[in-house]
């Protein structure tokens, strides 16, 4: 994209992602259709087009001069309930945690999040420009809310089956011509072994003493930050402040403070007079608590070094002359290591396992390869059982998810597999799911037999041809309909009241089609073929309008056209961007098979 590509390793970087998000979500769907999906030309095109996307939004955004300020990522980040502990108040300590959790550093989190924050902007801005007229809105509601009564025709290609022979040399034609429809593919049956952290689990171990250690350890973790309350008045002095100007700042500064000397109690009543910070000046002076890093360096010096009650001597700073009071002080709590230790002990463990886990995961690979001819030594060496699968192709692996990754099969089927009997080498299947396989059992590609299939053959021909004959007479019938002709015999339905919305029953398409018709002169009529090869001939016999729209109904409308609007608009502004910028796409990197 210009100046700034994209690396094959950050498109398969989120690829991956993308596709086990796609697996975590459709755990209960056919293995091998999922496979095809995510591993298809499309998915792979629509990944890559979002990557683009996103660099061209945000390429625009830098060009246009947008920016997110401290206090708007700061706002969006303490926005986030997660990061909060049981005292309801913001965890820089839980912050990190989570971040660590998810292998992320602040700066990396926090890059992400002002990514996110300009996106928004743009979609926003965008958004913002959508403008739907009211007799637009009007007119949607009422096309919504109308309703057509409809009878329907069904002509089933059933009434026409029985009547049609297919001949054993009509079939053999079918398969001739046909003949990869008909051709078994390369199987194979194959033993594996996974290795998984929860394997590894079983051999870790964490004692109490170790526990204790890494509390003592981590001690900080475990501490709140001592927190102050403190009041000032603030006599400003300006970045440009000449020394004139300065001095009498000062000036004021030393005489404020010999009258809190004087009277300390006058704190409050002296900021309100005189304080120029204009946050606190109305509370009294009163800044709330803080911790260390949160104040300027000179007042967090000062703030720090007094006891509760104290008052300050004038402090110097960027922003000019403090005189400080500390009001409260919370100080350290350390919690106990009971309270912690289930938390230790998780943490430990985890990290524990995970170490123990790539323990193994090195000596799988290591004897996978050098016992390449049996998984039996890997597994007594590790304690792992010997699986054996049922017939897997190289399209997938059936209904097992840990045999339909695209490498492995590549492997099983594989020369050095098939021929050599070697043991796949070690690959990660899934996030933390380590497997190599052998085949067990091996059938080459087949042709099938004609006399084997020539009656499923015939059977398809004659409902094929049974649906076309459907289609035919449905299609005869509604023209003589359509002409003001009434054909005796039409078994008609009851007539039932439909709207766009509250179908009853009617194919979507059969819907749209009723629609679409020309209601100008009753009985109209609209035909369409369906999914199961029947023919449906939909009568409408009357139109009920809507007599009155309510302010709630065109709200509603309102806002669903507006984000059908603001959708398009968006996907034709990223396409714009798109056409003024020189995109050039390695189309090998996207399917190297191809």
Do not use: C
């Amino acid at each position: 994209i210009g100046d700034a590509p994209i690396s094959v390793q950050e498109y398969g970087q989120n690829l991956r992602q993308a596709q086990d998000l796609v697996r975590q979500q459709a755990q209960q769907q056919n293995a091998e259709q999922m496979n095809a999906y995510i591993n298809s030309p499309e998915f792979r095109r629509a990944v890559l087009d979002d990557l683009i996307q996103r660099r061209l939004l945000l390429g625009y955004a830098r060009a246009a001069g947008m920016s997110v300020s401290v206090d708007e990522l700061r706002n969006e980040i303490i926005g986030v309930q997660a990061f909060y502990g049981e005292d309801g108040n913001f965890s820089v300590e839980r912050y990190e945690q989570l971040l660590r959790a998810q292998n992320m550093t602040p700066a990396g989190f926090e890059a992400q999040i002002e990514q996110e924050i300009l996106l928004s902007r743009i979609r926003q801005s965008i958004a913002g420009s959508a403008f739907i007229p009211e007799s637009v809105v009007d007119r949607l509601v009422r096309i919504r809310g109308q309703e057509r009564e409809v009878s329907q025709l069904l002509i089933s290609p059933v009434e026409f089956r029985e009547g049609i022979e297919v001949s054993e040399e009509d079939a053999r034609q079918y398969f001739e011509e046909n003949s990869s429809l008909f051709r078994i593919p390369e199987r194979a049956k194959v033993e594996y072994l996974v290795l998984t952290p929860e394997v590894a689990a079983a051999t870790v171990e964490v004692p109490e003493e170790d526990l204790k250690r890494v509390y003592e350890d981590k001690i900080e973790e475990f501490q709140t930050a001592e927190e102050r309350r403190a009041s000032h008045i603030l006599i400003a002095v300006g970045a440009n402040a000449t020394d004139e100007e300065e001095a009498a700042a000062k000036s004021k500064t030393d005489e404020l403070a010999g009258q809190l000397q004087a009277s300390p109690n006058r704190f409050g009543e002296l900021a309100r007079a005189n304080s120029e910070d204009p946050g606190s000046a109305e509370q009294g002076g009163d800044l709330g608590f803080f911790q260390r890093g949160f104040m300027v360096a000179e007042f967090e010096k000062a703030a720090f070094a007094l006891d509760v009650g104290q008052i300050s001597e004038p402090v110097r700073t960027q922003y000019g002359f403090h005189i400080i009071r500390i009001d409260d002080i919370k100080p350290v709590v350390t919690t106990p290591f009971a309270e912690v230790r289930e938390q230790l002990l998780k943490e430990v463990r985890e990290s524990r396992v995970q170490d123990a886990y790539i323990q193994a995961a090195q000596t799988f690979s290591d004897m996978v390869y050098t016992e390449y001819d049996s998984l039996k030594p890997t597994a007594d060496a590790l304690g792992l059982t010997v699986q054996s699968s049922d017939w897997i192709s190289p399209a997938g692996g059936g209904m097992n998810p840990l045999l339909n990754s695209p490498e492995l099969l590549e492997a099983v089927f594989s020369a050095e597999s098939l021929e050599e009997k070697r043991n796949t080498q070690a690959m990660e299947v899934q996030p933390n799911a380590l497997l190599s396989a052998r085949v067990a059992e091996y059938a080459p590609a087949a042709d099938m037999v004609f006399e084997d299939v020539s009656g499923d053959i015939i059977d398809f021909l004659k409902t094929e041809r049974a649906v076309e004959m459907a289609a035919e007479q449905g299609e005869a019938l509604l023209e003589q309909l359509t002409k003001g002709e009434r054909p005796k015999g039409l078994k008609w339905s009851k007539p039932g009241k439909v709207t766009l919305q509250k179908r009853q029953g009617l194919h979507p398409e059969g819907v749209r089609a009723v629609f679409s018709a020309d209601t100008t002169s009753l009985p109209t009529y609209a035909g369409l073929s369906v999914d199961d090869g029947r023919y449906v001939i939909y009568r409408i016999s009357a139109v009920n309008d809507v007599s009155s729209v309510s302010p709630d109904d065109l709200q509603t409308a309102s806002r669903q056209l507006s984000q059908m609007v603001e959708q398009e608009q968006y996907a034709a502004f990223v396409g714009q961007l798109r056409e003024r910028s020189d995109v050039v796409v390695n189309e090998a990197a996207i399917n190297p098979d191809q």
